[in-house]
T-cell receptor, first 113, second 113 residues
């Protein structure tokens, strides 16, 4: 099983450019999450989804948008990238409730110049 | 403010020595508690979790953690550290009826030969 797959693995953007990160899971999980990881700051939740067609804001949602049109996919969009969005982005999912084990993707390294 | 704290940013131990990583939480209710490990360039992997019952929980790779309600703590321990344990360790909590996990800032473990 592939588990949680993130694409792309690396990306370099110029300030003001837009891009979409794709997260796909093949485990039929209900909950999906987008985190960003910055040195010394742990993982901070950007947005999450409790099921197909739903999204909710996390701790640091500004500058990001998400969509969950299909249960297996959770897209994270940056409409106008800023250097402050340089980070490693992780997607994660849980099977039925948020109290369960998180399954993580391998991350996307994004640099905004 | 509600939070989860890992007081030690960086810990160095010698191979074969014992290890304890600290995690404290500040919430009104007892949350669900997790420890994850992250190897360089990888996503996070669950080590163990506590929901209820026996306050000493066993995890993978020889790790264990003890929940102490009176101290609002969930410290991770290992009796004898191996060089392959060098990684970053994250404590995470999920509040009842919350839709998401909250992570501590992480502790980086270095293992000396």
């Amino acid at each position: 099983n592939a588990g949680v797959t993130q694409t792309p693995k690396f990306r370099v953007l110029k300030t003001g450019q837009s891009m979409t990160l794709l997260c796909a899971q093949d485990m039929n999980h209900e909950y999906m999450y987008w985190y960003r990881q910055d040195p010394g700051m742990g993982l901070r939740l950007i947005h999450y989804s409790v099921g197909e067609g739903t999204t909710a804001k996390g701790e640091v949602p500004d500058g990001y948008n998400v969509s969950r049109l299909k249960k297996q996919n959770f897209l994270l969009g940056l409409e106008s990238a800023a250097p402050s969005q340089t980070s490693v982005y992780f997607c994660a999912s849980t099977r039925r409730t948020p109290n369960e084990k998180l399954f993580f993707g391998s991350g996307t390294q994004l640099s905004v110049l | 403010a509600q939070s989860v704290t890992q007081p030690d940013i960086h810990i160095t131990v010698s191979e074969g020595a014992s290890l304890e990583l600290r995690c404290n939480y500040s919430y009104g209710a007892t949350p669900y508690l997790f420890w994850y490990v992250q190897s360089p360039g990888q996503g996070l992997q669950l080590l163990l979790k506590y929901f209820s019952g026996d306050t000493l929980v066993q995890g993978i790779k020889g790790f264990e953690a003890e929940f102490k309600r009176s101290q609002s703590s969930f410290n991770l321990r290992k009796p004898s550290v191996h060089w392959s344990d060098a990684a970053e360790y994250f404590c995470a909590v999920v509040l009842p009826n919350a839709g998401k996990s909250t992570f501590g800032d992480g502790t980086t473990l270095t293992v000396k030969p």
